[in-house]
């Protein structure tokens, strides 16, 4: 049995016209968005959150995409409690990182954090989900393990072809499938709504009408859901009492897949 604590990424700059108008997606200016003040007041929120519900200490590892608003998301959720200014301890970010206007934040006392390919967002078209080069990431981020990482490119992402849906359904079963061979216990896990969206409505196609419908719901910038996946052989349910729902502020807040749909 492992448990699975699914995140979504905080308020990205490109939420903000994205939800206004659908073209905005389209636009350079949100290439690898990074998150606005108030998805920094999100992060706060939820780190408080994950805190005082004792689920920062029972984490094991943390995974994260490696785009600007999943690291800065993952880093100031789950890091250090603030960054001390020793030689021998690497600050997970560095200050300002993505224009945060953030003071550095510490890896003392906090889970790994390792940044997987795999569970990016939907891929190609929008700028706002081409990663820059990991070489990039790791002055920024310097704690964070991009080891698994094959290309410092981005090779994944292309101009004028878009995932399918289908594919990225794959893609999240196979992730899924590599984070099954994780020795860790209880894995966080630091994405986005349209790759979490394709990816659990697959996965619920073998559930229950109505248990497809719950974990299918699109998630809000920073809303965070606990998942428990076992063996078919056992039985049992215990509902989580770690989850949040990230609304802040209420009102609009759809993926850009939702949004293309809608003008479609």
Known sequence: MKQYIQVRHAQGIHNVDGDKNYKAYMSPEYFDAHITPLGWQQVDNLRKHVHECGLAKRIDLVITSPLLRTLQTAVGVFGGDGYTDRMDVVPLMVANAGNSGRAAISSLNCPPIVAVELCRE?????????????????????????????????????????????????????????LWTRKEKEIAIVTHSGFLFHTLSALGNDCHPLVKKEICKHFANCELRSMVIVDRSMIGFDPSMTNYPGKTPSGLDLPSDVVDEKAD
């Open 122 to 178: 939907h891929l190609g078209v929008h700028p706002c989900d081409k990663r820059r080069n990991i070489s990039d990431y790791q002055f920024l981020f310097p704690a964070v393990d991009f080891s698994l990482i094959e290309s410092d490119e981005d090779t994944w992402w292309k101009a004028d072809v878009r995932e399918t849906k289908e594919e990225v359904a794959a893609r999240g079963q196979k992730f899924l499938n590599w």
